[in-house]
């Protein structure tokens, strides 16, 4: 049975939320590998002078925590 970890991160864009979610995911997928999903928690922007200058998100990330026996040199394989 899978057991799935969930953190939350924080990303922004100057061109919209969904540009900053998109950033998130990529950069995310950098480093946790098998995101399953994420969860878009807060939406915020940063404004100067009347004008929208920055989007941000706050997101969930969900990825499949791999057991101990897949990782190399551990687990069966390595008896």
């Known amino acids: 049975m899978p057991i799935v970890k969930v953190v939350e991160l924080v990303g922004s864009s100057h ?10 995911v990529k950069e995310a ?3 946790l590998r098998h995101i399953t ?8 922007a940063h404004v100067e002078d ?14 499949v925590v791999e057991h101990h026996s897949h990782l190399v040199g551990t687990g069966a394989a390595a008896k």
Do not use: L
């Not at 061109?15 to 998130?24: L, P, Q």
């Open 15 to 24: 061109e919209g939320w969904e540009d900053a979610v998109r950033g998130i």
């Open 29 to 31: 997928s950098q480093s």
């Open 37 to 44: 999903g994420i969860d878009v928690i807060k939406h915020t």
């Open 50 to 63: 009347g004008n929208v200058t920055e989007y941000r998100v706050t997101v969930h990330v969900a990825f």
